[in-house]
């Protein structure tokens, strides 16, 4: 396997490999941010490194892909890529995410309620409290990101209230982050899986 930066000279290429629809892609998106990585001189899938160190998303795109080749691959990002500690890896793909669950750890889980509208991202700070806690979550017109798992918060009773706190604020998104242990019980409040972080450890 070998990585190579997303370019002009190759973005076709890439874009045919990985079965991706042009529809819905930002071609100089890719070029800026996504590298791929080739296997027997084909795309295999790509990366992007986010803004936290050592956190990558991968895709595969519309590769067939199954537990043997998403470990073998990686495996190779893990040996190759230059980071402190454990290589950190967000996955948004449903068919990755069921594969991804039998071979490593889930950090936390990104789950929403709603209708996701990528143009919109929450920036803009506000507290709810609840409880006597006061729980800090961003949000923009139409949409709330809550991050339970950096704050700590896993009650139930909490964050049944914080749900129906936003829900009367009629948002047309809710995002919460939360621990894995908290993941059936928002599913019973009607949340689902967006994405989730996986800790790999060196091999």
Do not use: W
Request: charged fraction near 30%.
């Amino acid at each position: 396997m070998k990585i190579e930066k997303i370019n002009k000279d190759n973005i076709k290429e890439y874009i045919r490999d990985m079965g991706i629809d042009i529809t819905y892609v930002d071609e100089k998106q890719l070029i800026n941010n996504t590298f791929g990585v080739k296997k027997d001189n084909k795309f295999l899938f790509g990366f992007v490194s986010l803004s936290e160190e050592g956190l990558i998303s991968i895709t595969f795109g519309d590769n067939k892909i199954d537990d043997v080749i998403v470990k073998e691959c990686v495996n190779f990002l893990n040996n190759n890529l230059a980071f402190d500690g454990h290589l950190s890896i967000l996955v948004n793909e449903d068919n990755l995410i069921n594969i991804m669950d039998d071979l490593y750890k889930v950090k936390m889980i990104s789950v929403f309620k709603g209708i996701i509208d990528s143009d919109s991202i929450p920036t803009k700070e506000r507290f709810a409290d609840i409880d006597m806690k006061s729980i800090k979550y961003f949000y923009s017109k139409n949409d709330i990101v809550c991050n339970l798992y950096a704050q700590n918060i896993q009650d139930e009773n909490i964050i049944t209230k914080l749900d129906d706190f936003f829900d009367n604020n009629n948002y047309s998104l809710v995002e919460f982050i939360i621990i894995p242990d908290s993941f059936k019980f928002m599913e019973e409040l009607g949340y689902k899986c967006y994405s989730k972080r996986y800790i790999v450890d060196y091999e």
